[in-house]
């Protein structure tokens, strides 16, 4: 059987397409891009706002109308919110909610009567990356949050914390390593609760994965700043892990970070920032902002901002305030109006951008290994430009001959003038 794979959202729906991918081909089936072509769709879907739950629904018509021919499973956050609904729309042969989601290939082809046809499959897990044309990998390693920020719905959909043991997790990361994959990103709904149920927690599972693994480059997803052990910053002095944290901050203000029930004061978010800082060079912090969140006055709004300038970041993803059915801020009073939140988001859109061109501009001069990617542009003079990352996650772009591939490679380039969104760089030691 042919299977198209589709996702909304988060990292971790993306990581698990991973894993779907690998267990379908495990199973005699292979993965294709083209939906024309296939006998199964399964969709990820999100529903981290109203209107993530509105392309969730677009989305499961638009493939059923492009190939209704197919068999159409459903799942995710917006599944699982609403399994009803998503059972009735047009189309849909199965919804599988996030409690069966690791079985959700194994549900897939005996509900679907399809584990006995005949296999015509590459090898288990060959390509199933390339295929998609990812040379990065997000590794689920976690679900779940113990945690009830008043804004999130992720809490609701995703259950309780659940990890997955550090064995499972070293046999994905070799697997892909032997794939020629050269950088995971380890993913979790509250990735800093990793292990909270099975007696470990995530030092121990970074430490054996950069001992018992060959993989060049270990990234870590979006971490919420609490509950982070003693000595985590230690961790990254192995040049393997990468110099570079995602860290959610929120909001700036702490009645603000109160009333959204975040375990994290400002004062111990800047302690962490320190941390990081001070311990390791060109250490690279970004961030998650709510602007808008009910109740926000124009002195806390002051508040945040004023502390979001001091700490610097190297960018920071803006949300406006939504509200979210299902969550405790929905109910909150003081909600304000969308002419103030697009005013406060485009101030705070100004000012991220300032920090961020003076973080690239900070980094101007510095040598690094980068992790080549496929997107390329086309130049004159039988030229291209190929995009890649530094380990502190620094988007850079070099130029070299149309002929020539660097994709999936690391190659030592140093860094030369910031150009919009990237950093044009030139590569050392080799000639292309
Ligand atoms: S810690 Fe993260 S996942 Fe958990 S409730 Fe808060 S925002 Fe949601």
Same mark, same amino acid.
């Given at each position: 059987? #042919? !299977?198209?794979?589709?996702?909304?959202?988060? $990292? /971790?729906? @993306?990581?698990? =397409? &991973?894993?779907?991918?690998?267990?379908?081909?495990?199973?005699?089936?292979?993965?294709?891009?083209?939906?024309?072509?296939?006998?199964?769709?399964?969709?990820?879907?999100?529903?981290?706002?109203?209107?993530?739950?509105?392309?969730?629904?677009?989305?499961?018509?638009?493939?059923?109308?492009?190939?209704?021919?197919?068999?159409?499973?459903?799942?995710?956050?917006?599944?699982?919110?609403?399994?009803?609904?998503?059972?009735?729309?047009?189309?849909?042969? #199965? !919804?599988?909610?996030?409690?069966?989601?690791? $079985? /959700?290939? @194994?549900?897939? =082809? &005996?509900?679907?009567?399809?584990?006995?046809?005949?296999?015509?499959?590459?090898?288990?897990?060959?390509?199933?990356?390339?295929?998609?044309?990812?040379?990065?990998?997000?590794?689920?390693?976690?679900?779940?949050?113990?945690?009830?920020?008043?804004?999130?719905?992720?809490?609701?959909?995703?259950?309780?914390?659940?990890?997955?043991?550090?064995?499972?997790?070293?046999?994905?990361?070799?697997?892909?390593?032997?794939?020629?994959?050269?950088?995971?990103? #380890?993913?979790?709904?509250?990735?800093?609760?990793?292990?909270?149920?099975?007696?470990?927690?995530?030092?121990?599972?970074?430490?054996?994965?950069?001992?018992?693994?060959?993989?060049?480059?270990?990234?870590?997803?979006?971490?919420?700043?609490?509950?982070?052990?003693?000595?985590?910053?230690?961790?990254?002095?192995?040049?393997?892990?990468?110099?570079?944290?995602?860290?959610?901050?929120?909001?700036?203000?702490?009645?603000?970070?109160?009333?959204?029930?975040?375990?994290?004061?400002?004062?111990?978010?800047?302690?962490?920032?320190?941390?990081?800082?001070?311990?390791?060079?060109?250490?690279?912090?970004?961030?998650?902002?709510?602007?808008?969140?009910?109740?926000?006055?124009?002195?806390?709004?002051?508040?945040?901002?004023?502390?979001?300038?001091?700490?610097?970041?190297?960018?920071?993803?803006?949300?406006?305030?939504?509200?979210?059915?299902?969550?405790?801020?929905?109910?909150?009073?003081?909600?304000?109006?969308?002419?103030?939140?697009?005013?406060?988001?485009?101030?705070?859109?100004?000012?991220?951008?300032?920090?961020?061109?003076?973080?690239?501009?900070?980094?101007?001069?510095?040598?690094?290994?980068?992790?080549?990617?496929?997107?390329?542009?086309?130049?004159?003079?039988?030229?291209?430009?190929?995009?890649?990352?530094?380990?502190?996650?620094?988007?850079?772009?070099?130029?070299?001959?149309?002929?020539?591939?660097?994709?999936?490679?690391?190659?030592?380039?140093?860094?030369?003038?910031?150009?919009?969104?990237?950093?044009?760089?030139?590569?050392?030691?080799?000639?292309?």
């Amino acid at each position: 059987m #042919l !299977v198209y794979l589709k996702t909304l959202g988060c $990292r /971790l729906n @993306e990581a698990e =397409l &991973e894993t779907w991918a690998q267990a379908f081909q495990k199973a005699g089936h292979a993965i294709t891009r083209d939906l024309q072509q296939a006998h199964i769709v399964i969709i990820n879907s999100c529903a981290v706002t109203q209107d993530a739950v509105r392309k969730s629904r677009q989305l499961i018509r638009k493939l059923h109308r492009e190939n209704p021919t197919a068999k159409l499973v459903a799942s995710g956050c917006y599944v699982t919110l609403n399994e009803e609904e998503a059972a009735n729309l047009l189309g849909v042969d #199965l !919804v599988i909610g996030n409690q069966d989601k690791n $079985r /959700l290939v @194994e549900i897939t =082809l &005996e509900a679907l009567n399809m584990d006995s046809m005949p296999s015509f499959s590459t090898n288990a897990g060959e390509q199933s990356l390339f295929s998609r044309g990812r040379q990065r990998a997000f590794i689920k390693v976690q679900d779940g949050c113990r945690y009830r920020c008043t804004f999130c719905i992720v809490t609701v959909a995703r259950g309780e914390e659940a990890s997955r043991p550090i064995p499972a997790v070293i046999d994905e990361i070799n697997a892909l390593a032997a794939q020629g994959i050269q950088e995971v990103v #380890l993913t979790g709904v509250h990735l800093g609760g990793y292990g909270s149920d099975i007696n470990s927690h995530l030092t121990e599972l970074i430490n054996a994965i950069l001992q018992n693994t060959d993989i060049p480059r270990l990234r870590l997803g979006s971490l919420e700043p609490w509950e982070l052990p003693n000595h985590f910053f230690q961790l990254f002095e192995n040049p393997r892990l990468m110099p570079h944290l995602h860290l959610p901050l929120q909001s700036g203000a702490d009645s603000v970070l109160r009333r959204m029930a975040r375990r994290c004061k400002t004062s111990e978010f800047s302690q962490l920032v320190d941390q990081a800082r001070n311990n390791i060079p060109n250490f690279n912090i970004t961030t998650d902002i709510i602007v808008g969140f009910p109740g926000e006055s124009e002195q806390e709004w002051q508040e945040s901002f004023d502390y979001i300038r001091q700490t610097g970041f190297g960018h920071i993803h803006i949300f406006t305030y939504s509200k979210r059915e299902g969550t405790k801020a929905a109910t909150l009073t003081g909600q304000l109006t969308n002419d103030i939140k697009k005013q406060r988001s485009r101030l705070l859109h100004l000012s991220a951008g300032q920090m961020k061109q003076t973080f690239m501009e900070s980094q101007l001069g510095q040598e690094y290994p980068i992790l080549w990617e496929g997107q390329t542009e086309e130049l004159d003079h039988g030229r291209k430009r190929v995009f890649g990352y530094t380990p502190n996650y620094l988007r850079v772009a070099c130029e070299i001959n149309q002929d020539d591939s660097i994709e999936n490679k690391i190659i030592q380039a140093k860094l030369l003038a910031v150009n919009d969104n990237h950093i044009d760089a030139e590569l050392i030691n080799f000639d292309c």
